[in-house]
T-cell receptor
Framework: GAGVSQSPSNKVTEKGKDVELRCDPISGHTALYWYRQSLGQGLEFLIYFQGNSAPDKSGLPSDRFSAERTGGSVSTLTIQRTQQEDSAVYLC???????????FGQGTRLTVV | GESVGLHLPTLSVQEGDNSIINCAYSNSASDYFIWYKQESGKGPQFIIDIRSNMDKRQGQRVTVLLNKTVKHLSLQIAATQPGDSAVYFCAEISGYSTLTFGKGTMLLVSP
């Protein structure tokens, strides 16, 4: 597709379950970002991948959160043992390289019940 | 100043007015800045960007001004339309750091 694609668009899960969120960036984009946005809030940085470099994981809120990017393309954000405070919209963005415009997907709305 | 939680700074304007949305950024080493528009239920949408070697850049109905001395960024929207109603975020990149977002301003345009 032409844009950043995220799946699923909505996810409801029970507290304590693990979830995986997927991001398909724009083809050829070397930079990929994950953000979290709670209702009415700004974007909280989670993790950043740039090419083959080690990812910047400085924004991950706890060791329950992890992400990987396979083959420099698709990325998966995994949240283990979900908690209610994990409920938010998880946004993925990609850019051609670091200092260029980043394009966002529509996000995955995660609800932990 | 900035607000947190559900109380985003809000700018209310009439259709046809010019709007100015302001952003104070934190890192004097930031060298690239972007303005995003986010409508309800959607991901942020790129509006315009500017690099630190510039102080002004114009697009269609939008102008971004950068004042590095006071670390201030503004977005000017000419002839604001109801479709411009959204939350607007500024974002910055510095060195090898990631894209960092401000807290956002809600723009409400009345017909």
């Amino acid at each position: 597709g032409a844009g950043v694609s995220q799946s699923p668009s909505n996810k409801v899960t029970e507290k304590g379950k693990d979830v995986e969120l997927r991001c398909d960036p724009i083809s050829g984009h070397t930079a990929l970002y994950w953000y979290r946005q709670s209702l009415g809030q700004g974007l909280e940085f989670l993790i950043y991948f740039q090419g083959n470099s080690a990812p910047d994981k400085s924004g991950l809120p706890s060791d329950r959160f992890s992400a990987e990017r396979t083959g420099g393309s698709v990325s998966t954000l995994t949240i283990q043992r979900t908690q209610q405070e994990d409920s938010a919209v998880y946004l993925c963005a990609s850019s051609l390289k670091r200092n260029t415009e980043a394009f966002f997907g529509q996000g995955t709305r995660l609800t932990v019940v | 100043g900035e607000s947190v939680g559900l109380h985003l700074p809000t700018l209310s304007v009439q259709e046809g007015d010019n709007s100015i949305i302001n952003c104070a950024y934190s890192n004097s080493a930031s060298d690239y800045f972007i303005w995003y528009k986010q409508e309800s239920g959607k991901g942020p949408q790129f509006i315009i960007d500017i690099r630190s070697n510039m102080d002004k850049r114009q697009g269609q109905r939008v102008t971004v001004l950068l004042n590095k001395t006071v670390k201030h960024l503004s977005l000017q929207i000419a002839a604001t339309q109801p479709g411009d109603s959204a939350v607007y975020f500024c974002a910055e990149i510095s060195g090898y750091s990631t894209l960092t977002f401000g807290k956002g301003t809600m723009l409400l345009v009345s017909p």
